[in-house]
Structures are given as structure tokens and as C-alpha cells.
């Protein structure tokens, strides 16, 4: 494809895609598909020449698009947002347009110290101190495995440089709750921690955050059997029921025992650039590192995660190769963020962080999240005043846990109760009208509010009152 | 930013990138930079209000652009290729556009089935029959980390669903070479390989392939001392110099022990859609899994590697988790590729090599692919014809390794040869003209051309060799 083609084809889809942002509230939520669908409907194998990108636009208008979950319809409600704010888009743009290859500082400078700026504006804005250092990863499932990783290699003085996890010979543990994020032990078992040494300490029955004090006893205990306290993951702002484990007490406790805390705040990150509600995330200054999503609530599109650390010169050592073809040849120092993280090749990612403080600007992005937090509060006080329905957890944030209780249906009934939020739900969802994501709270199904999507407001969440009244009456 | 700003900005930003695209020859390759350079010149606070997109692109276009390496440019030959093809910018700006969610089938059927059906694709083009399945991973490092994960699983009957390795108490190993890539060894340690453990098994020291008699010797020795082979990382086109290891040797020794054979091809894969060159892959068909990169020589921009396996169902044991707010609320059975890897939120990654392979054609590349291999052969016969030039590593594909020594030092002089040679290729590099990796072999300093950037024609490597007689001279 020559450039002059590409140009006529861009701007086309270009249009393509300005048009369908939007129009994205006259299409369904979801669409109304069978697994395989997509599939058969495809061509079985590749065109042997080439089409016109006329063609293919017409195929991703017809086929593609019509089977894509519209995570930016303002009636979708569903997991968490995964906004793509437009200025993101832009920067995501920039740099498939530069086609810049990031395996070294070298491989492309700006890269790399775009990357150093724009995370350090971001750590301004969410009240790190000076002492943090940041980095892109992909999402918080792979922040956390390497930051569980580097926990694993300080806990046995870099046992991977000699025998290993063989020769260190004592069991490993890692602290953290049943409501932490499934990737939170997915991540634990890759890096080698065993299930059986994976503690899921207690929380409150209330707010879901971890009784620090269980951790105490817990850490104590598995000491005293010989173990070695390696690492606690916790949760500011789980999944479920968006707990706030006790931080300032877990660093404090982790600490008598050298144990790393990484805290996972992929959804609630974006609260930290709000000061009102930075309270929430006191302690992380003593944590070890912290990995939120800007590619959720805050709008910088898919993948976009940050890792911050207070030591990174420790996971340096741990991910670390320094291959001849890759040494610097130029004389200083130079940050390698591939000593940073699993992959060596990196996509210019910062750029569409950097577009997205640029263009909207951090004022702007703040105003958004007050008015999903406002939109919030008004919403579980609507929820709370209409008979049969209940908020189930505290609303610390934006999402909303709501459960349906009609009057045949026996509260302590909890088969019933489960069958009957989850029929709601899924009846609701198949409308295409709006969706919602359906949740076990205390192995009873109820659903999750989600709100935060870039182009909700307050008459969208009106709508899904009525809509929810509607498919649950 | 609403969609009519970004229909304006987005089309003013891709007159921008066809422009540069269509003027890459008339830039140097490389920035001349230091590290730290373009961080002092930004700002270093973020700006509170919003800028206009136009301020940002004058931003893009005076300082971050200049700071990058044109891995697009004709006369690049460092590294490998790290060609973005412009249909497949076309398809990483749809995938943008779509802004879809990939963390189940259910948040994006599309992104899930389009995947599915362009690996298949990609399969039949590079003649793996029907028992493997294709997934997306962002870089063959992490593919390779995913693999010797599941290998770990595998050779320790699944031990990280109990009392994990040091409950396992055996030492496993992993076998490589030297050669290969330095994100093998990276990955086997983060999997939790130890070092000690590590096998590099002795080479040909001209071909620099792995002996698979040697393999055999350390696979017995090591289950005679009490150890488990669990995994052998054969590479196929060497990072180095192009080494390929005997697939079809090591997949029958390693089945003897069970040890799970995973094929680094991140480079060379693209030569498997050459018919006349597949048998160099010959032996790949009883391996369990193997990776390269469409982002490399292929040129689907990054990243996209592949991951090819043939039993699945073992890696999504390894990888799998299910909550409760990620279960499908549909009927059928659906792909879930958050269980074939790391991440749990994953990009519209397919539409690049969808867009590509459409646009472009699997004819045009293979094209293309012939010519470079034809370039390279032509290069190989100029260097070996010219007084002090040597071709010092076989021309398996497009890499042709060269050394120069001159006629005032003498061959022995191992210290003067890397010295003179480090040199001329550094001062070649700094000029801008035209950018090669310098690269040791035997622990002597030579350079490697890696020839296939898309722009790069017979008159580019005729330029070249003027440059490295002038600045070897």
C-alpha cells in the first residue's frame, strides 16, 4: 500500500469512525450473537491477492463492527469503563503512524523519555512523591505478575541467579483477599507461588476490605511453621464491591516482616487525581509498588496500564539481559524499559497518555470523575428508596451493587433471590437496551452498576432505573 | 474532544503521517541524541487546561518525531525488520476506532472471532496443519514465558494448583544454546527455571545450530543426577546469526523425556509462508509450540508475535481463571483468550494482520519476502568479493553478518579487529546515512546487516556497501 493509498483510505476511516462515535447510542449495547457466529460467517481462508480498502472498510462496517460489545455507548454499564477518550484515540493514532520500535533507548529515544515525562506527570497528578518511578504495562494483570515476580526474587536474595525456587527449599507466601482480582492469584500462581501457600485473609463482611489484623496473625503463623512472608497484594477498589484494604496497617505489618505490598488499584487509580478523595489511598506511600488502569475510568484507550515502584533498580536486576546487539552505543545512561518489564519490543504507548493530558487536560478529566461520583451517590440513594430493591455494598467510588427482592420471592431464599437477579439481568441485556454485569456477592447473584462511561449522564442512569423497573417487575 | 474536533484533527494528523511516510528516505535513520535530551526539552508538569490538537501536532511533529529511529527507512539494517505496513496502520487505526474490550468473548464477540479466524489464516499460510490453534501475544518474549510456563506445568503434574516447585523439590531444566534469543533465558527465570538449571547446549561453530547429540548427552545426565527435563527452546533463525537448531533431532529426544519443545521463530517465521523455504522448519509439526513475529519482517505493525500450540486446553489449565462477573451469560461455548496468556484486557490486535493480509495479499508479501532473500545473497557475494571484507556466519535468510580487517591489522589481533570494527560501524551509525547492529560473534566485534525493511531496494544495499568502505577505510 502506497502512502497516497493509505491517505485516501485513512481519511475515509477516519470518517468512518467519527460518524459512528457519534451515532454509538442509536446502536444496541451488545449485540445479540451466538459464539461462532462472527466465524462462520468469515471467509474460511485468506484472499490470495489483494482487496481494495474499500472493500475491507465495507467488511468492518458490515460484518466487524455489528459484532463489537459498544463498551462506549453511555448505557453500558457492564465490568468497569474502558473508556477510549477521543484525544487517546488520536495519540494511539500518532503512534501506529510513527511505526516506532521501542527495544532499547536507542531503538527510539522519544519512546522511551516520552514515556519518563508523561509518567511523571501523571505521578504529579495522583500525589506520588518524587521517590516513585513509573512504567507502561499492558493491564494490571501483568503489572502485578511483575511486581510479584520482583517480591519472589527479593524474598529468597535472588534465588533465579542460582538454584531457584528448588534450592531456596521454604515455602512462599502471598497475602491478599477472596475479593481480590482473579488476576491477582492468576498472577501469584505464574510466578510460582503455590496454591497452597496463598492466603486469602478475612474480610469484613460489610465492606470487603481485609481485617488487617487476621494478616498479622496470618503473617505470625506461617513464620512460625517455617514459611517466608514474600508479599501482600491489596485492593484499593476491588472488583466486586470496590473493598479498600487497610493499607496504612498492611505496609506497616508487611514491613516487620520485609514482605512486598503491591497494591492493586487498576479501577480506582483514576480516583487518586481527584485531592477530595485521595484519603482513600493513604498508605501507598509505604507500599512498594502500584499499578492502575488509565485505560479504564480516566479514558486512555486500551492497553494502558501503570506500574509504579519506589525501587526499580531491584526489578531491574530481576527482568534485566543485556544483550550485544542490543548495547547502547551512544555514552550516557539511558533508561531500557525492557528491563522494566516481560516484553522487549514496545509499542509507543505513551503517546496516547500524553495526547489525552494535552488535549482534554487534567481539569477536565477531574470534572468527569466528580460527575460519575455524584451520578453514583444519586443513584444508590434512588435504588435504596424504591421498594424491593437494595444496595448491597458501600458506594465507595462509581459502581453501584444492587439487588432485586420482589415481594413473592423470600429474602432468606436465596436460590430465588440469585435466579431472580440474574433472569432481570440477562433479559435487560438481551434488550441491547442497556448492560449490566451480574455478580456473585456472598454466593448470591445480584448486579453491578458500573458507572463511568465517558458519555454517561445523569438521564442515561433515569433511563436504566426505568429500564431495570421494567425487566425485574 | 467530540467527534467533529477529532474528525478534523485525525485528518489533518494523517495528511501527517502519509506525508512523512512518503519523505522517510530524505531523514537520517537515526536522531543524533543523548539520553535525557528530549525530557529537558518538555514541559515538566502536565498543562492543567486543555491545548489545541493542533498545538500537539506541531508538538509531534518539532519534538518527538525528530527523536525517533526510522526503523521504516531504506537504509535501516539494524536489528530485524520492524516493518509497519501501512495496511496494517490502516487496521491498527480501525482497531483504535473500535475501541472494543477484549476480556471475554462476551465484551467483544468480534475481537475474539476475527482473532480466530485470521490465525487460522496465517496457519494455512504457513503450512502448520489442522492440530495447531493460533492466539495473539504481544512479543515472542512473552509467548516464550507463556510457553516454559506451561512446560513447568506440565513436567510437574500441574503443581502450582498445590504445593508448587519447592513442594515439587526436583531440579528442572530448560535447554537452549548461547544463541538464543536473550528473552529465553529472561523467560525461564521469570517462569521460575533457576539459573543453575539452565542448559546451553554446545554449537556448530559455523552454522552455530545446536548439537542434538549434546542435547541427548545433557538430557540423560541430568535425569541420572535426579533432575526432570522440562522444556527444550530450539531457535529457528537465531538472533545472532541465523542459527537454526535441528527441530527434527531435538522433538525425538525430547519426546524420550517428555519435555515440552516450544520454537523460537520470531524472526524467521515470515519465511514459512515461502514454500521453497519451509523446510528449513521441517520438524516443527511435533513441537508444542511455536512463536513468531508478523511484526518483524512480515510487517504487520507492532505487536503482534504468534503463538501457535498444539494442545491448548493444557495452557488454558495453566492460565485460566473464572469469576464470577466474567462468566459467559450466553448459551454456547466460546473462545476465551484471557485464558491463553497473561493479560486479561486485551486489544483488537487481529485487525492489523486482517487489514494487511486483505489489502496487501499473501502474494505481495511473499514477494517481497523473495526479494529481500535475493538482496541478501547479492549482498553475501559483493562483501566476500571485496579485499579485507568477510562474510563471517551463513546466509540462512536476510541477516548477512559481516567483519572488515583492514590491512594494517592482523587477523589474530582479536582486540584490534573488534576495535576497528565497533568503529566503523559506530561512525557509520552516527553519520545517519544508514544504521547496522554491531554484534559479537566468538567474542569478537562484527556487524550484522539485516536486510527487509519494506523500503528497501537492490540501490539501497549498493549505497550501503559505498558507505561501509568509506567509513571502514
Not at 493509498?5 to 481519511?11: I, K, L, Q, S, V
Not at 498472577?187 to 507461588?193: E, R
Not at 474480610?203 to 512460625?224: E, I, S
Amino acid at each position: 500500500m502506497t502512502p497516497e493509498e493509505f491517505r485516501a483510505a485513512a481519511h475515509d476511516l477516519v470518517d468512518w469512525i467519527a460518524d459512528r462515535r457519534a451515532a454509538v447510542e442509536a446502536r444496541p449495547v451488545r449485540p445479540d450473537l451466538e459464539p461462532g457466529d462472527l466465524v462462520s460467517s468469515m471467509p474460511t481462508s485468506p484472499p490470495p491477492g489483494g482487496d481494495a480498502a474499500a472493500s475491507v472498510l465495507a467488511d468492518l462496517e458490515s460484518v466487524v463492527a455489528p459484532a463489537v460489545t459498544e463498551v462506549q455507548h453511555p448505557m453500558h454499564f457492564g465490568w468497569f469503563p474502558s473508556n477510549a477518550s477521543l484525544s487517546s484515540i488520536l495519540g494511539d493514532f500518532a503512534s501506529s503512524g510513527l511505526a516506532s520500535l521501542g527495544i532499547s533507548w536507542e531503538s527510539s529515544p522519544a519512546l522511551t523519555e516520552v514515556e519518563t515525562v508523561v509518567l511523571d506527570w501523571l505521578r504529579q497528578l495522583t500525589g506520588l512523591s518524587h521517590e516513585w518511578s513509573g512504567v507502561i504495562q499492558d493491564t494490571a494483570s501483568t503489572a502485578c505478575l511483575v511486581a510479584l515476580l520482583s517480591a519472589r526474587e527479593r524474598a529468597t536474595d535472588h534465588s533465579q541467579a542460582g538454584s531457584g525456587l528448588v534450592g531456596f527449599g521454604k515455602q512462599l507466601h502471598v497475602y491478599t483477599t477472596a475479593e481480590a482480582h482473579s488476576s491477582v492469584r492468576k498472577s501469584a500462581l505464574l510466578a510460582g507461588f503455590a496454591a497452597d501457600d496463598i492466603r486469602h485473609i478475612d474480610v469484613d463482611p460489610w465492606t470487603r476490605d481485609m481485617k488487617a489484623d487476621h494478616l498479622a496473625d496470618a503473617m505470625a503463623a506461617d513464620v512460625a511453621a517455617g514459611g517466608v512472608p514474600a508479599a501482600v497484594v491489596a485492593s484499593l477498589g476491588s472488583t466486586g464491591a470496590t473493598a479498600f484494604d487497610p493499607l496504612p496497617e498492611i505496609v506497616t505489618i508487611a514491613a516487620e516482616y520485609e514482605a512486598w505490598v503491591h497494591v492493586d488499584a487498576a479501577m480506582a487509580g483514576s480516583a487518586m487525581l481527584l485531592p477530595e478523595q485521595r484519603e482513600l489511598f493513604s498508605g501507598v506511600e509505604h507500599a512498594d509498588s502500584l499499578s492502575w488502569n488509565p485505560h479504564k475510568w480516566m479514558g486512555t484507550i486500551l492497553d494502558l496500564s501503570v506500574l509504579y515502584l519506589r525501587d526499580p533498580d531491584h526489578l531491574i536486576r530481576v527482568m534485566s539481559t543485556n544483550p550485544s546487539y542490543l548495547r547502547s552505543t551512544s555514552g550516557g545512561e539511558a533508561t531500557q524499559y525492557r528491563d522494566w518489564g516481560i516484553p522487549l519490543g514496545r509499542r509507543f504507548r505513551s503517546l496516547k497518555l500524553w495526547y489525552q493530558l494535552r488535549i482534554d487536560g487534567p481539569e477536565a478529566i477531574r470534572a468527569r470523575l466528580r460527575r460519575d461520583l455524584d451520578n453514583a451517590q444519586w443513584f444508590a440513594a434512588e435504588i435504596a428508596s424504591r421498594p424491593g430493591w437494595e444496595v448491597v455494598a458501600p458506594v465507595r467510588l462509581q459502581t453501584v451493587c444492587v439487588r432485586h427482592t420482589p415481594s413473592h420471592i423470600d429474602a432468606t431464599n436465596s436460590a430465588g433471590v440469585s435466579e431472580h437477579n440474574l433472569g432481570w439481568v440477562r433479559s435487560l441485556n438481551q434488550s441491547g437496551d442497556a448492560f449490566l454485569s451480574p455478580s456473585l456477592l456472598d454466593d448470591v447473584w445480584m448486579a453491578r452498576v458500573s458507572i463511568g462511561v465517558e458519555a454517561t449522564e445523569r438521564h442515561h442512569l433515569e433511563r436504566l432505573l426505568e429500564l431495570m423497573e421494567e425487566h425485574a417487575g
